[in-house]
């Protein structure tokens, strides 16, 4: 993870491309609709990887690339606990911009991140 302002997700990522300097505004998000179940019926499982993209070099993250054995694995378990299974066979990469929140909360739900990342040294945590 190279960021532009270190403690702060706020200033932004660096594109992982190696000799790339613009800002890693995406990462991917992987889309897996469920076997048998067109998209408008069930919502398809989606995740996201801690990797961060140029708009130019988004394209160098193709769907093989990104399904680990381990991601692969945590997936199908997901399905067949929800009585299910993953459509490998139809997964997309979608752009995810990498200043949302729900990217910092996939952040710091897998560990990447501490709790209090993105926020302000002596600042006030609102009560909502």
């Known amino acids: 993870m190279s960021r532009?302002?270190?403690g702060t997700t706020l200033g932004g990522y660096r594109c992982d491309e190696p000799g790339c300097?613009?800002?890693g505004a995406y990462a991917p998000m992987l889309i897996v609709p469920w076997v048998g179940l067109p998209e408008e019926v069930k919502?398809?499982?989606?995740?996201?990887?801690d990797v961060h993209s140029c708009?130019?070099?988004f394209s160098r993250?193709?769907?093989?690339?990104l399904f680990?054995?381990?991601l692969r694995k945590g997936i199908s378990e997901f399905a067949e606990e929800r009585g299910g299974h993953a459509d490998f066979a139809r997964a997309r990469v979608v752009p995810y911009p990498t200043t949302s929140?729900?990217?910092l909360e996939f952040q710091q739900n897998v560990g990447l991140?501490?709790?209090d990342d993105a926020v302000i040294k002596g600042s006030i945590a609102s009560p909502v």
């Open 21 to 23: 300097d613009q800002n």
């Open 113 to 115: 991140v501490p709790p």
């Open 101 to 103: 929140q729900r990217f």
């Open 61 to 65: 993250f193709p769907v093989e690339k």
């Open 55 to 57: 708009r130019a070099h």
């Open 43 to 49: 919502e398809p499982i989606t995740t996201m990887v």
């Open 4 to 6: 532009r302002i270190e």
């Open 68 to 70: 680990s054995k381990t």
